[in-house]
């Protein structure tokens, strides 16, 4: 498999590109705007064909490239079907298997920080978008956010993953690259609660500021990346 990790420095994004094999088709998740010219680079470099670009929820911390990409390369965009974006070209639902040149990914509903929110699983990797952060967990305080159904997401969905399974997130802000499930159910702090509701607690006690780019980067990102 070939598989690479982008960093955005200024939002602390990660992109992910995957693909089984050169000469093959890839796809990539969460793509940032800015760096298309980059990616399109990378592709080219790895001798891939970019068949759908994936965003895992709306964003509201950058703007995604898929617009971008599809104008550029005729590539599929794909999201969740319960986000309100109208652009995307593929919409997935919970449990969905999306098979990319024999890259075989399952989409997992994992709402809470947005409700649109999904995970991929393949190859013994989940790319968990911002609903499980190394150490951490997206925030659930806007976009239809809830802690409570994050706790879901988290402790039924992606818990029950081996523990062996390769963390990938969308965001870190610390230098992390990378987890695992076992390590995120050992020492993730937000993870030591005995139920739901303390979850929920805890998460209704963090004072965070709006990401700087909200108001333009949800409507943006509703457009695939398009300004309004």
Known sequence: MIFRQLFHQESGTYTYLLARRRGGEAILID????????LLKWIHELDVRLIQAFDTHT?????????????????????????YAECATIRVQDGQILDIDGLKLQAIYTPGHTDDSYSYFTDGRVFTGDTLLIRGSGRTDFQN????????????????????????????????????????????????????????????????????????????????GRAA
């Open 31 to 38: 793509p940032v705007l800015e760096d298309t010219d980059k």
């Open 59 to 83: 964003h509201a911390d950058h703007i995604t490239a898929l617009g971008a990409l599809r104008d550029r390369t005729g590539c599929d965009t794909v999201i969740g079907r319960e986000s």
């Open 145 to 224: 956010g809830n802690a409570l159904a994050q706790y879901d997401s988290i402790f039924n969905k992606l818990l029950v993953l081996p523990d062996s399974t390769l963390m990938y997130p969308g965001h870190d802000y610390r230098g992390f690259t990378m987890s695992t499930i076992g390590e995120e159910r050992r020492y993730n702090p937000r993870l030591q609660v005995r139920n739901a509701e303390e979850y929920a607690r805890l998460m209704s006690q963090l004072v965070l500021p709006n990401p700087r780019l909200m108001d333009t980067a949800v409507p943006a990102n509703r457009a695939c």
